[in-house]
């Protein structure tokens, strides 16, 4: 059981927009920031989003992400092909002195 | 340009012990943290614990504390994650990724490496 609660799937056609939900509470998301990570099928977790709405170099910026009390939420705009994969959000919780992560939501792109 | 280059594949019996290592190269900033991430098949991300590559402190997840060793070696720029009494549960992808002092995010990952646990 993740700490952090995500649903298990999306999708959308080609150029939809999509939304990815990540519930916490005050230890995790509520007192800490949210990072967001892509994972293509087979290959190793990428960094997407970091700092709630930052994101690194070379992440379109079809990808945004926010943060409201204990929730967070990506967005991803103008869907395409190669954006199928699972993502996941994560932060610190400092009841555990460890970071978790969201069960992860697999977006499918119909 | 960053790289993490981790160790290759491993097959472990029931109650054995694994070591991973996780070379980095060409990281900016000089002290930062790896973190070890476990994957099991078909499942999420599971954080198992952080080691400063720096003075070699650590912060280990409830769940593995008490069979996670990390350790760094600065001369090299490796870092190593050994996980003893090994089931079948543990068999799973093992991910290193850098976090930088400052923040709370893992910014370059590894390859993975895959530790099989059978009889």
């Known amino acids: 059981q993740s700490v952090l609660t995500q649903p298990p799937s999306a999708s959308g056609t080609p150029g939809q927009g999509v939304t990815i939900s990540c519930s916490g509470r005050?230890?995790?998301?509520?007192?800490?920031?949210v990072n967001w990570y892509q994972q293509l099928p087979g290959t190793a977790p990428k960094l997407l989003i970091y700092?709630?709405?930052l994101r690194p170099s070379g992440v379109p910026d079809r990808f945004s992400g926010s943060k409201s009390g204990t929730s967070a939420s990506l967005a991803i705009s103008g869907l395409q092909s190669e954006d199928e994969a699972d993502y996941y959000c994560?932060?610190?919780?400092?009841?555990?002195?460890?970071?978790?992560f969201g069960s992860g939501t697999k977006v499918t792109v119909l | 340009e960053v790289h993490l280059v981790q160790s290759g594949a491993e097959v472990k019996k029931p109650g054995a012990t694994v070591k991973i290592s996780c070379k980095v190269s060409?990281?900016?900033?000089?002290?930062?943290?790896v973190n070890w991430v476990q994957q099991a098949p078909g499942k999420g991300l599971e954080w198992m614990g952080l080691?400063?590559?720096?003075?070699?402190?650590?912060i280990y997840s409830e769940r593995f504390q008490g069979r996670v060793t990390m350790t760094a070696d600065t001369s090299t720029e490796t870092v190593y994650m050994e996980l003893s009494s090994l089931t079948s549960e543990d068999t799973a992808v093992y991910y290193c990724?850098?976090?930088?002092?400052?923040?709370?995010?893992?910014?370059?990952w590894g390859q993975g490496t895959l530790v099989t646990v059978a009889s």
């Open positions: 990724a850098t976090r930088p002092l400052g923040g709370h995010y893992f910014d370059y």
């Open positions: 060409g990281y900016t900033f000089s002290d930062f943290y």
């Open positions: 080691v400063d590559r720096e003075d070699g402190e650590t």
């Open positions: 005050s230890f995790n998301i509520g007192g800490n920031s």
């Open positions: 700092r709630n709405t």
């Open positions: 994560a932060a610190w919780d400092d009841s555990l002195n460890g970071y978790v």
